[in-house]
T-cell receptor
Framework: SQQGEEDPQALSIQEGENATMNCSYKTSINNLQWYRQNSGRGLVHLILIRSNEREKHSGRLRVTLDTSKKSSSLLITASRAADTASYFCATDHSGNTPLVFGKGTRLSVIA | SAVISQKPSRDICQRGTSLTIQCQVDSQVTMMFWYRQQPGQSLTLIATANQGSEATYESGFVIDKFPISRPNLTFSTLTVSNMSPEDSSIYLC????????????FGPGTRLTVT
């Protein structure tokens, strides 16, 4: 069954603005990971946040995790046209288990 | 991280035929997975490819339709058998690496179109 649900489903912003995408899940998790997919290509791993972590940064990316609300957010600051892609969150219940993906958010950054 | 390659990158096939997709990883990994992504959809796990034993299939996927091989810790194949247009999808393999957590990395995908 699908674990994660991203919102919004689609987001359109101007270059330079910040983009925030949210992910909610239903049951307890071990890790939550965010991925980017450009136009039907393979997935690029962005960041992993463990269930005992609340926030992680990587370059222009900031991920938060609120296990009490079973939700995570991905913030992309100072967006660029090249950030245009679909973004997915994925969760696992423990190590060595496959990921369950949400439906994704389609981000369009307009130059 | 892991460098993963898939062959072919895309193919157009006739209904009723079969296609075998190869996945090669640049290092030994314990866990390898195969996913399907139908047009405009998210990823759905097909199976876990187990080295030295039969793959573990998710609900809705069967070995006769999606036979999987895993002869060693760096290679796996997925066959899509007796294809129909409904099998038109992107097929992705992924591997799990332990790096501060169980991170999964994905290959570039194989875009399959069945006519």
């Amino acid at each position: 069954s699908q674990q994660g649900e991203e919102d919004p489903q689609a987001l359109s912003i101007q270059e330079g603005e910040n983009a925030t995408m949210n992910c909610s899940y239903k049951t307890s998790i071990n890790n939550l990971q965010w991925y980017r997919q450009n136009s039907g290509r393979g997935l690029v791993h962005l960041i992993l946040i463990r269930s005992n972590e609340r926030e992680k940064h990587s370059g222009r990316l900031r991920v938060t995790l609120d296990t009490s609300k079973k939700s995570s957010s991905l913030l992309i600051t100072a967006s660029r046209a090249a950030d245009t892609a679909s973004y997915f969150c994925a969760t696992d219940h423990s190590g060595n288990t496959p990921l369950v993906f949400g439906k994704g958010t389609r981000l369009s950054v307009i130059a | 991280s892991a460098v993963i390659s898939q062959k072919p990158s895309r193919d157009i096939c006739q209904r009723g035929t079969s296609l075998t997709i190869q996945c090669q990883v640049d290092s030994q990994v314990t866990m390898m997975f195969w996913y399907r992504q139908q047009p405009g959809q998210s990823l759905t796990l097909i199976a876990t490819a187990n080295q030295g034993s039969e793959a573990t299939y998710e609900s809705g996927f069967v070995i006769d339709k999606f036979p999987i091989s895993r002869p060693n810790l760096t290679f796996s194949t997925l066959t899509v058998s007796n294809m129909s247009p409904e099998d038109s999808s992107i097929y992705l393999c992924s591997v799990e690496k332990v790096s501060g957590g169980y991170e999964q990395y994905f290959g570039p995908g194989t875009r399959l179109t069945v006519t």
